[in-house]
């Protein structure tokens, strides 16, 4: 039986939280993502019961899991819509409404069967379906060390807009790539 590629509803914080910390616990965590295991492990209960309200509802933020037949999480993606006129992560006023995907990670033992196609057809497909605010382009950050998910990216659609950052912490830069609205 296929895995069913949903959103998270607020009652979920639990396993969103075990979700959230197997991704930090993968190797390829430090290129990945800009936590680490230790802090979100240290994060309490009312963290996770926040986090995941702020993704289940509303215009703002969306998370998608792709949950098996079990009822096993297999991966997710989280949305983040970024109004016009509000702060980028770097501080720079957005000129036009966007979405920014983060949080991306699908478990070792699930990938490359297109779960990750599938997340992402959901939250564009999200993304593209508000109509307030109306998202011009879907946009994500890539670590620079980080050429399988640059590839899988590519392999999607998405294009480096050239615009680079220092995100991660490690000196080496996140690379900006995009969708822009079809």
């Not at 998370?63 to 096993?72: C, V």
């Not at 036009?96 to 297109?114: I, K, T, Y």
């Not at 998202?135 to 294009?159: C, T």
Request: hydrophobic share 45%.
């Amino acid at each position: 039986m296929e895995h069913v590629i949903r959103p998270v509803r607020a009652d979920e914080w639990r396993k969103s939280k075990e979700l959230r910390l197997a991704s930090l616990a993968d190797p390829a965590a430090p290129v990945a993502f800009l936590d680490t295991l230790e802090n979100a492990a240290a994060r309490p209960d009312s963290h996770w019961q926040e986090r995941v309200a702020g993704v289940s509802q509303g215009n703002s933020a969306r998370h998608f899991i792709a949950e098996g037949p079990d009822g096993e999480w297999a991966g997710g993606v989280v949305v983040l819509v970024e109004a016009e006129g509000s702060l980028d992560v770097f501080g720079n006023r957005i000129a036009s409404p966007q979405a920014q995907l983060v949080g991306v990670f699908v478990r070792p033992e699930h990938r490359g069967v297109g779960l990750t196609e599938r997340l992402f057809a959901a939250a564009m497909e999200w993304a593209w379906s508000l109509e307030e605010p109306r998202v011009n382009r879907v946009r994500l950050f890539v670590h620079e060390n980080n050429p399988r998910a640059q590839g899988f990216y590519r392999k999607i659609g998405f294009v480096s807009t050239g615009v680079t950052a220092l995100l991660s912490g490690d000196g080496c830069h996140d690379l900006e790539m995009e969708v822009v609205r079809p």
